[in-house]
């Protein structure tokens, strides 16, 4: 039986409580996708044009690295994938996180936080990041607090 994933990248702590708990929830394993230079503060200024993430989501061939991959992606059919909405798309850290291994055949399913916005054209905005055969799904928005319990019957009802 293939398992699932629970991957997520985090800037400030909001997405990975949420990503803990749809873990729990869902009983997957999980992996948290970190860049190789942390973001700081300064950094996550989405006021200031030149600060480093406005400057990554202003130019779409922005590719951050990661400080690791997924080593053992073929043994999921399922990956929850989640991050906060930046300019009402993912953070360039997940296309980075999806063309670092072969999502072929794979059910990703979106899961994300913000403090307004929704998913927008994110689905969209990530398949050119995966082989044709794999889905991209808009899945919940996780704001405010969530249940264990709640958060299993999504993802039965999946």
């Not at 039986?1 to 997405?15: D, E, H, I, P, R």
Request: hydrophobic share 35%; aromatic share 10%.
């Amino acid at each position: 039986m293939k398992q699932k994933l629970v991957a997520y990248f985090s800037a400030s702590g909001v997405t990975e409580n949420a990503a803990r708990l749809l873990a729990e929830a869902a009983d997957a394993d999980l992996f948290e996708i970190r860049p190789e230079k942390p973001y700081t503060d300064a950094d996550l200024n989405w006021t200031n044009k030149k600060s480093r993430s406005s400057v990554e989501m202003n130019h779409p061939e922005e590719r951050p690295e990661m400080a690791e991959t997924c080593k053992n992606l073929s043994q999921y059919d399922t990956i929850f994938l989640g991050f906060p909405i930046w300019w009402y798309t993912a953070p360039r850290i997940i296309q980075t996180f999806l063309e670092s291994g072969d999502f072929s055949g794979k059910r990703i399913i979106l899961f994300a936080t913000s403090g307004g916005s929704g998913f927008g054209k994110t689905a969209s905005d990530l398949k050119p990041s995966v082989s044709d055969s794999a889905t991209i799904e808009n899945g919940q928005m996780l704001n405010g607090s969530l249940s264990v319990d709640a958060l299993k019957r999504w993802a039965d009802s999946l």
